[in-house]
């Protein structure tokens, strides 16, 4: 085999292995937000009205429906396990077109059919807090 071909196989392995963890099925292990209850998450000002964003390292995504509503959700989509990755009027996860509403998490859109895990947040002044 040539060092090309050889090189061009490991390069095709490393993708498929980092595309398989992107949209890894749900499992017992330990979610990342399991250790940051009790923590900032965010902050108010990172979270648009009508829109959200998302807290990659928590696998989290935080919305805000309406001003001074904030809401928290698992990054996880129900449909691959793919982390969502934009909130634009809806949560949306770009690996296989699946939508969510920012206000419930229910899926709106795509192959999903369960809604995203909401989780309770409160906000201190200007920081959201996971609880």
Do not use: W, Y
């Not at 990172?46 to 509503?69: C, H, M, N, R, S």
């Not at 990755?85 to 229910?106: K, M, R």
Request: aromatic fraction near 4%.
């Amino acid at each position: 085999m040539s060092r090309r071909r050889l090189l061009g196989a490991a390069g095709a392995a490393g993708a498929a292995a980092l595309g398989a963890g992107a949209c890894a099925g749900p499992g017992d292990d330990p979610q990342p937000q399991d250790k940051l209850h009790g923590t900032v998450i965010a902050r108010t000002d990172d979270v648009p009205v009508g829109g959200g964003t998302v807290v990659i390292d928590a696998k989290l995504v935080v919305t805000q429906p309406q001003k001074g509503e904030f809401k928290a959700f698992s990054a996880v989509c129900t449909h691959a396990g793919c982390t969502v990755q934009e909130v634009e009027d809806n949560i949306h996860c770009l690996c296989h077109g699946s939508e969510f509403d920012i206000g419930t998490g229910d899926a709106v859109g795509g192959p999903a059919g369960e809604p995203l895990e909401p989780f309770e947040v409160r906000i201190e002044g200007a920081d959201i807090i996971l609880v």
